[in-house]
């Protein structure tokens, strides 16, 4: 959720915005993709329409991804403050997706995650750096993330608030 508009230059810019960042997006995705692919199908570099159908691919799924990321929200701009969070309420990531991310990491024999790729992860689900590493850390995580759960619905609000700046 970008902003909660009224009038059509209001709406006007919203999607102009929506749209260049959906294109930044697109790009960045599928410049990502390509590589990935290419790498795992060397054998495409040697044969153009194979190179061709690889990239037209890549672009297609980041586009999809994209436009998925972007435009989830927007069923309708003109929604009130309360209705646009209940809106995001309804669709945004619930906790149980921190805690897959924290099992996941807790049941790996080996350290699966960079401390930068940690920061992202906290930075992305607006909580602080020292609660993540007490969650991760924690011999029961979920009571830990139940004794702190105004931590995570302040992320919450955090959150919402990016969206809808």
Same mark, same amino acid.
């Given at each position: +959720?970008? &902003?909660? @508009? @009224?009038s059509s230059e209001e709406l006007e810019t919203l999607f102009s915005e929506i749209g260049t960042e959906v294109l930044? !997006?697109?790009s960045s995705l599928s410049e990502? +993709? /390509?590589r990935v692919m290419l790498a795992e199908m060397p054998e495409a570099r040697e044969d153009y #329409? &194979?190179?061709? @159908? #690889?990239? &037209?691919t890549a672009r297609k799924i980041? !586009? !999809? %991804? /994209?436009m998925t990321h972007q435009l989830a929200w927007m069923s309708d701009p003109s929604l009130t403050l309360t209705e646009a969070r209940q809106e995001w309420e309804d669709t945004r990531p619930m906790d149980e997706g921190l805690m897959m991310i924290v099992d996941r990491i807790q049941d790996s024999p080996y350290p699966i995650y960079a401390t930068e790729e940690l920061e992202e992860i906290a930075q992305e689900w607006a909580i602080p +750096?020292? *609660?993540f590493e007490g969650l991760i850390g924690a011999e029961n995580p979920y009571r830990y993330l139940e004794e702190h759960q105004g931590i995570m619905e302040e992320g /919450?609000? %955090?959150? *919402?608030l990016r969206e809808v700046q």
């Open positions: +959720m970008k &902003t909660l @508009a @009224a930044g !997006e697109v990502d +993709m /390509a #329409l &194979t190179q061709v @159908a #690889l990239l &037209t980041a !586009e !999809e %991804i /994209a +750096m020292w *609660f /919450a609000n %955090i959150r *919402f």
